[in-house]
């Protein structure tokens, strides 16, 4: 996990009061760190429901390069996958698949 490397360059751009926020900010990936660990608990979530409730466990399978539609344009991640493909995500709607 990446996030309190991203989180310490968040702080530190901000002491320096940087006023531009494009692309190639700070801020960029803060929130592909963000996504990817939001998307990996619900994930875990999903698991971990659907193995109390099935006798043929379910279970993680890679992950795959999702867009993120942010206001500062199309952001790519890293999505996990499951085998059984049935996870709903709750913020899937601002995600599309790549290609």
Do not use: Y
Request: charged residues 30%; neutral net charge; contains cysteine.
């Amino acid at each position: 996990m990446r996030l309190p490397v991203v989180q310490k360059q968040a702080a530190e751009w901000l002491k320096a009061r940087e006023s531009s926020f494009d692309r190639d900010s700070v801020l960029t990936p803060l929130l592909k760190e963000f996504v990817e660990e939001a998307l990996d608990g619900e994930l875990d979530a999903h698991l971990e429901s659907e193995s109390e409730q099935s006798a043929c466990p379910n279970r993680r399978n890679g992950r795959k390069t999702k867009s993120v539609n942010t206001g500062l344009g199309k952001d790519p991640i890293k999505a996990p996958r499951d085998r059984a493909g049935g996870v709903v995500r709750d913020i899937q709607s601002n995600i599309s698949c790549n290609g």
